[in-house]
């Protein structure tokens, strides 16, 4: 495969898609796998808020020290927050829980740090996505690559029905899900003349906004 070599633009494209879900009465925010800061950023131009970040790469995190309030380094799944419990109102999972050994366990773990009717964000690629299924399926194949669904790094693969229920198993109800699908016009048009029954298969991505409802 090579060495693991990713785009400036995996570290430092800001979310601007799960900014958008976020509602104005956030104040604190954590921000999982927060790469260069380029989300928290945006989020601190909106509006006055604490922003927290956890970032695995020391070289990546030095940028985002620049504009987060405080930026924990290191593996999220064995690093304990030094925070009270239900002390955030929002934490954003951006492209992280799939890279994971146990995400499970990491939404519940961190479940006691939000505060009862905070929201989680939670962006995550779909491995129902038809290209992936068209080579394995007719092909055989299962190929890593650099970056997206078949990313090298990722040790979790979900449907939406799988992580619908991973973040409900963790004391969240859904409260929205957004899909992110394929830019090709006649593939909307299929799913169009299908009535959306191609959407689970013509997605790459899903955004969930869910809601604190119970303690784990």
């Known amino acids: 495969m090579g060495k693991n070599i990713r785009s400036r633009e995996y570290y430092f494209t800001p979310r601007l898609d799960m900014i958008d879900m976020i509602p104005k009465t956030v104040e604190k925010v954590l921000d999982v796998g927060c790469g260069g800061g380029c989300t928290g950023l945006a989020l601190k131009q909106t509006k006055n808020i604490q922003v927290v970040g956890i970032e695995i790469r020391h070289d990546i995190a030095e940028f985002a020290k620049k504009s987060y ?129 191609l959407s689970e298969f013509l997605a790459k991505q899903y955004i969930i906004l869910a809601e604190k409802v119970l303690e784990v």
């Open 69 to 197: 309030d405080l930026v924990l380094v290191g593996d999220v799944e064995r690093i304990d927050l030094p925070f009270p419990p239900k002390y955030f109102d929002c934490i954003i999972y951006g492209d992280i829980l799939e890279h994971l050994i146990d995400p499970w366990s990491l939404l519940k773990r961190h479940n006691a740090y939000l505060k009862t009717g905070g929201i989680i964000l939670v962006s995550i690629p779909n491995v129902r996505y038809y290209k992936v299924l068209k080579k394995l399926i007719f092909v055989g194949r299962w190929d890593y690559v650099m970056e997206g669904i078949l990313d090298i790094g990722h040790l979790r693969f979900f449907t939406l029905s799988n992580a619908k229920e991973m973040i409900e198993e963790a004391g969240y109800r859904i409260l929205e899900v957004r899909k992110k699908f394929s830019k090709a016009q006649w593939l909307k048009l299929l799913n169009f003349c299908f009535m959306g029954t």
